[in-house]
């Protein structure tokens, strides 16, 4: 009995009565959100990995001018294959969007540059700038996302949200590619940062991990969409660990100090502290009956 049925589950597909109405299914079209982003069309994930990685280390690594013109000849034509695949709005030409990306490549390694800086003057593990380049997931998030970047604010759609992707899978670090981040920005450690895609942060801010600058979540999204929905953090803020910053209208004041776990949801002078009620904590010293020695002892 067991070998008929195992034989009967080893048959050919073509010979299993629902495997034409499985074919049938998996190949058919329709108006659901899988069929729409068929027809909306979407490039392949590992092909805009590829030209993300090879991207960043021509900004961040090359210097040999021969090399850095034959890089950039083959970046320009894998992201016109990329481009074909996102469904490009009309009114934007791919020739002259790369044009625009070229030039801005300069730009984004002086940013970049500081960047490495700010990492080096803020943290006093840091051995050197090599070990900052080579080894911090900030820097490696933050030079993603200020290519990604440009490329959100030419209009490209869907390769900068999979430019950003990438990185927040790389490093935990999820950084909106719509964001607006300024000079000489750190994220320190920088698992479980949450940057939304209409942060604004300004010169000289400093981030731990955990901090999320996020929205307050309607039910509806889609009827805020476009809308300021993110906090604004003006310059030289510092932000410690697990604090959550909510709202659109939310902004906090330059040179001010949010300490860990702080619930913030309204705007914050300049130059404030915001400390957050600590945890009632309680240690026990009374002795424990003796059918539960060696038992914690809470009461929930």
């Known amino acids: 009995m067991c070998l008929g049925k195992v034989s009967r589950l080893m048959a050919a597909p073509s010979s299993r009565p629902d495997f034409e109405e499985t074919l049938s ?15 909306e ?6 092909a805009a ?6 991207l960043k280390a021509a900004v961040l690594h090359q210097r040999d001018r021969g090399a850095l013109r034959s890089t950039l000849a083959s970046l320009r034509d894998r992201f ?9 709005p009309s009114e934007l030409e791919p020739s002259e969007i790369w044009e625009d990306l070229q030039s801005a ?9 500081e960047d490495v800086e700010a990492a080096f003057e803020c943290d006093p593990a840091a051995k050197s700038f090599g070990e900052i380049v080579a080894a911090y997931p900030s820097i490696y998030s933050i030079t993603i996302y200020r290519l990604a970047n440009v490329l959100y604010r030419a209009g490209v759609p869907q390769l900068p949200r999979i430019m950003g992707e990438h990185a927040h899978s790389r490093t935990g670090i999820d950084i909106h590619p719509g964001a607006t981040i300024g000079r000489r920005f750190f994220i320190d450690h920088g698992t479980g940062v949450v940057i939304g895609e209409t942060s604004e942060i300004g010169d000289r801010v400093r981030l731990y991990h955990g901090v999320t600058l996020g ?10 969409r476009g809308t300021k929905r993110h906090p604004t953090i003006c310059d030289d803020v510092t932000i410690y660990p697990g604090a959550t910053i909510l709202g659109g209208q939310t902004v906090i004041g330059a040179g001010s100090v949010i300490n860990g776990n702080a619930f913030v949801t ?9 400390i957050p ?23 929930i």
């Open 49 to 54: 990995v590829e030209w993300t990685e090879r």
């Open 41 to 46: 069309g979407y490039p392949d994930w590992e």
């Open 25 to 39: 299914a998996l190949s058919g079209s329709g108006d659901d959100a899988l069929s729409k982003a068929d027809a």
């Open 266 to 274: 309204e705007s914050v002078p300049s130059g404030s502290r915001v």
């Open 277 to 299: 009620e600590p945890p009632r904590q309680e240690v026990r010293t009374d002795k424990l009956s003796d059918d539960r020695e060696g038992q914690l002892h809470w009461d």
């Open 105 to 113: 490549l300069p730009g984004v390694r002086v940013q970049l540059a």
């Open 215 to 224: 929205a307050f979540s309607p039910r509806r999204g889609q009827t805020i």
């Open 80 to 88: 016109f294959v990329l481009l074909d695949k996102v469904g490009l």
